[in-house]
């Protein structure tokens, strides 16, 4: 039988990989958070159908910025046996042109993943980003 508390804790730890990997630029991390056949969908900018296209997708997306700092809070966790539900807030600040600071990028919304335990332990299969507010330097989008 799992312990409950350990779940949500590798479900937390697996939700912070996920934000690490973005911000170091660690592919190989970030595709750890994945199953092989995770749907994404991103909202407005896009959905994503397998591991490799959502690597794809964030490789083209993050590896010409300047830093990023994506943050997750308020780890709301359900686990029934091998399934589990997390809802999470992000906060991602973003350097969109590495070396100009004025070219910040705001982003605040929340993540719904749906996940499953695998024999490497606990992966996303369903992402869905719902943004509340992103805003530039120059407005708000």
């Given at each position: 039988m799992n312990d409950f508390r350990e779940?949500?804790?590798q479900i937390g730890e697996l939700l912070i990989r996920y934000a690490t990997g973005v911000d170091q630029r660690d592919w190989p991390l970030f595709r750890t958070c994945w199953t092989a056949d995770v749907e994404a969908d991103y909202g407005q900018i896009g959905t994503f159908s397998g591991v490799d296209a959502l690597t794809d997708f964030m490789v083209a997306s993050h590896d010409a910025m300047g830093p990023t700092h994506?943050?997750?809070?308020?780890f709301v966790i359900d686990v029934s046996g091998d399934t589990a539900t997390a809802r999470s807030y992000v906060h991602a600040i973003l350097i969109a042109v590495p070396g100009d600071p004025s070219s910040w990028i705001d982003a605040v919304g929340n993540y719904e993943d749906t996940l499953?335990?695998?024999s490497d332990g606990?992966?996303?299969d369903k992402r869905?980003?719902?943004m509340a507010r992103?805003?530039?330097a120059n407005s708000v989008v």
């Open positions: 779940d949500q804790a994506h943050r997750l809070s308020n499953v335990r695998t606990w992966r996303i869905v980003v719902n992103v805003m530039t």
